[in-house]
C-alpha cells in the first residue's frame, strides 16, 4: 500500500482519477490517454558514424569539457622538452561550433590524434555497445549497421 500511496502522490490527481476509474471497470473499454503507450516512430534516418562523433564532439566543447574525458594524460601535453600546455589550448574557443585550431603543431596534431582517439573508443565502448543493456540498441534509440 505504500508503493501505491508513492505513486498516487507522485502523479497529477486528474490522471490518478481516470487511472483508477478505468481499473474499477476490469479495463474494459479504450484505456486512458494516460494507459496509452506512445506511438512507434514509423521512419528512421541514417547517420554516419563521424556524424555522431562531431555532435558528441561540439556538445563536448560547448560546455568546455575535453572530447577525450577527463585522463589526466589527456588534460596536458608536452609542447616541446621543456613546457606543458593544457589541451585548452588546441582549441579555436571563438568559432562556432568550437573545434581545433587549424594551425597547429606536430606536437599539438599528436595531442588531438590522442584526444581524438579517446573520444572515438568512448562513443563506441559507452555509448554504442556499453554493457549491462544500458547500449544504443537496448534503450531504444536506434539500430547499428555496418553500410558501405
Do not use: H
Not at 568546455?64 to 585548452?88: C, D, H, I, Q
Amino acid at each position: 500500500m505504500a508503493r501505491y500511496s508513492q505513486l498516487c502522490n507522485l502523479l497529477p490527481s486528474e490522471i490518478v482519477g481516470v487511472v483508477i476509474s478505468y481499473a474499477s471497470t476490469g479495463g474494459v473499454g479504450n484505456p486512458p490517454p494516460a494507459l496509452t503507450p506512445p506511438t512507434t516512430a514509423v521512419g528512421f534516418i541514417s547517420l554516419p558514424f563521424n556524424f555522431l562523433l562531431d555532435a558528441v564532439r561540439e556538445g563536448l566543447l560547448s560546455i568546455g569539457l575535453n572530447p577525450g574525458g577527463s585522463s589526466p594524460s589527456l588534460a596536458k601535453y608536452k609542447f616541446s622538452k621543456t613546457v606543458e600546455r593544457s589541451w585548452t589550448d588546441l582549441i579555436d574557443w571563438n568559432s562556432t561550433p568550437r573545434n581545433y585550431q587549424l594551425d597547429l603543431q606536430p606536437t599539438q596534431r599528436v595531442a588531438m590524434t590522442q584526444i581524438e582517439t579517446a573520444l572515438l573508443d568512448s562513443v563506441v565502448k559507452a555509448v554504442l555497445f556499453a554493457s549491462g543493456a544500458r547500449d544504443f540498441e537496448s534503450l531504444k534509440l536506434g539500430f547499428l549497421w555496418l553500410g558501405n
